[in-house]
Protein backbone atom coordinates (compact mmCIF):
# COMPACT_ATOMS: atom_id res chain seq x y z
CA UNK A 1 0.00 0.00 0.00
CA UNK A 2 2.55 2.71 0.78
CA UNK A 3 4.28 2.32 -2.66
CA UNK A 4 1.10 2.87 -4.28
CA UNK A 5 0.32 5.95 -1.95
CA UNK A 6 4.12 7.20 -2.48
CA UNK A 7 3.11 6.51 -6.23
CA UNK A 8 -0.08 8.94 -6.00
CA UNK A 9 1.92 11.58 -4.03
CA UNK A 10 4.20 11.80 -7.22
CA UNK A 11 1.44 12.35 -9.58
CA UNK A 12 -0.65 15.09 -7.35
CA UNK A 13 1.92 16.84 -5.94
CA UNK A 14 2.42 19.35 -8.98
CA UNK A 15 -1.58 20.27 -8.81
CA UNK A 16 -1.91 19.88 -5.29
CA UNK A 17 0.83 19.04 -3.03
CA UNK A 18 -0.79 20.18 0.31
CA UNK A 19 -2.92 17.63 -0.68
CA UNK A 20 0.00 15.23 -1.27
CA UNK A 21 1.37 16.00 1.99
CA UNK A 22 -1.28 14.94 3.65
CA UNK A 23 -1.29 11.29 1.71
CA UNK A 24 2.69 11.12 2.42
CA UNK A 25 2.45 11.40 5.96
CA UNK A 26 -0.13 8.23 5.73
CA UNK A 27 2.81 5.76 4.41
CA UNK A 28 4.02 3.70 6.81
CA UNK A 29 7.44 2.93 5.53
CA UNK A 30 9.98 5.15 6.52
CA UNK A 31 11.87 5.32 3.82
CA UNK A 32 9.16 6.00 1.18
CA UNK A 33 7.12 8.56 4.08
CA UNK A 34 10.40 10.29 3.43
CA UNK A 35 10.90 10.10 -0.14
CA UNK A 36 7.30 10.99 -0.77
CA UNK A 37 7.03 13.98 1.54
CA UNK A 38 9.80 15.28 0.48
CA UNK A 39 8.53 15.02 -3.30
CA UNK A 40 5.62 16.90 -1.97
CA UNK A 41 7.28 19.37 -0.31
CA UNK A 42 9.27 20.25 -2.94
CA UNK A 43 6.77 21.07 -5.34
CA UNK A 44 4.62 22.80 -2.51
CA UNK A 45 7.87 25.37 -1.98
CA UNK A 46 7.43 26.13 -5.63
CA UNK A 47 3.82 27.34 -5.42
CA UNK A 48 3.80 28.69 -1.82
CA UNK A 49 6.93 28.35 -0.09
CA UNK A 50 5.63 30.77 2.88
CA UNK A 51 2.71 27.64 3.35
CA UNK A 52 5.19 25.19 2.68
CA UNK A 53 7.63 26.93 5.28
CA UNK A 54 5.16 26.89 8.17
CA UNK A 55 4.32 23.00 7.59
CA UNK A 56 7.56 22.56 7.82
CA UNK A 57 7.76 24.26 11.04
CA UNK A 58 4.84 22.98 12.66
CA UNK A 59 6.07 19.37 11.84
CA UNK A 60 9.52 19.67 13.06
CA UNK A 61 10.87 18.83 9.29
CA UNK A 62 14.26 18.63 7.96
CA UNK A 63 15.30 19.99 11.77
Known amino acids: M ?3 VGEFVS ?6 PEGAMGW ?3 IQNSDE ?3 ALN ?6 EKIDPAKANSW ?3 NNFGN
Open 2 to 4: DSA
Open 24 to 26: AMT
Open 33 to 35: KSK
Open 39 to 44: RALGAW
Open 11 to 16: RISARD
Open 56 to 58: KQS
